[in-house]
């Protein structure tokens, strides 16, 4: 059944690689020069009338939502600071302040660590996936970026929800990367790819 599809593998694995690879790619693109737009689900009517009713259904509810949540949040926030007002000046007499900082700097943005983590992220999935579209040294760069998306799952997936199931933590993509990666590093680039010119220029 499977012999006259056989001769199409090394293809296949090919254009999977190629795929793969610029789908791994955005998300770099979209870290280091923000593209393309970090918008789930595309623009409204991407899924034709139906889709353009639907989307337009549910941002008129999100916006009733919204507003509700805005009034209870202003009335909220009033509360809330009247009462920090009157705990900060009790703690005041109680104790003298510390002087401390909070984590993350004065301004509450991300952390320089993670800044830098953030920008190798980027700089990995952007060129790592060229490299990979281009079928370059793709056995040692699909083995790192698929420690990558290892190192992404069990950090910010498990260790932000603490589950481990893929589908509770949302690391479904994490997972599919790094195996779909992992598969490269043992069967090759397939066609398409300059490894192969490179090795036949050696042999």
């Not at 939502?65 to 809330?80: E, G, H, N, P, Q």
Request: aromatic letters at 10%; proline letters at 6%; charged letters at 10%.
């Amino acid at each position: 059944m499977t012999t006259p599809l056989a001769k199409y593998t090394l293809w296949m694995l090919g254009i999977f690689r190629i795929v793969t690879a610029l789908v791994f790619m955005e998300h770099g693109t979209q870290k280091l020069f923000h593209f393309p737009p970090m918008e789930r689900f595309g623009a409204p009517g991407g899924a034709g009338g139906a889709g353009r009713t639907a989307a337009r259904a549910l941002q008129q509810g999100a916006d009733a939502v919204s507003s509700a949540a805005s009034s209870a949040v202003d009335a909220a926030s009033a509360a809330l600071g009247n009462a920090a007002e009157t705990m900060s000046s009790i703690a005041s007499s109680v104790q003298p302040p510390t002087g401390g900082t909070a984590p993350g700097g004065a301004e509450g943005g991300m952390p320089p660590s993670m800044q830098t983590l953030f920008l190798v992220a980027g700089i990995l999935e952007t060129f790592g996936g060229l490299a990979l579209v281009l079928g370059l040294l793709t056995r040692p760069i699909a083995f790192i970026v698929a420690g990558e998306c290892a190192v992404i799952f069990w950090w910010m997936d498990v260790g932000r929800t603490h589950t481990i199931f893929p589908a509770s933590n949302g690391g479904e993509v994490a997972v599919l990367f790094c195996f779909n990666f992992l598969l490269l590093v043992f069967a090759g680039p397939g066609a398409f790819a300059l490894d192969n010119l490179i090795g036949r220029r050696k042999a």
